[in-house]
């Protein structure tokens, strides 16, 4: 059984940063791409960040790119997303998502309990 918990969502105030951290219980870790998904009130979830199992190919979706950073410890079974200069918009649930190939381009076969990030003054 995978298990995948989130930690170090909250609130923040827009312009600031947040690390939100994933860790993973299963062998074969990097194996498998990871992905950070969110979902806003009434809106469909996206696929903020998307690491492959090596790490050496990372997609992102344009809203983010160029002030958040996903990067996975394959050591220690971690996947981790650091957000910078952070609006409004950006408040939803945070999902950690594992995928059952070592790249994906959206599918996901597990996902974390998510954690919520508030930006907002």
């Known amino acids: 059984q995978v298990q995948l918990v989130e930690s170090g969502g909250g609130l923040v105030q827009p312009g600031g940063s947040l690390r939100l951290s994933c860790a993973a219980s299963r062998p074969d870790f990097t194996k498998h791409a990871m992905g950070w998904i969110r979902q806003a009130p009434g809106k469909e979830r996206e696929s903020v960040a998307i690491?492959?199992?090596?790490?050496?190919?990372?997609h992102y979706v344009d809203s983010v790119k160029g002030r958040f950073i996903i990067c996975r410890d394959n050591v220690r079974s971690m996947v981790y997303l650091q957000m910078n200069s952070l609006k409004p918009e950006a408040t939803a649930v945070y999902y950690c998502?594992?995928?059952?190939?070592?790249?994906?381009?959206?599918?996901?076969?597990?996902w974390g309990q998510g954690t919520q990030v508030t930006v907002s003054s």
């Open positions: 998502a594992e995928s059952n190939l070592p790249w994906s381009t959206g599918a996901f076969g597990y």
């Open positions: 690491i492959s199992g090596t790490g050496r190919s990372i």
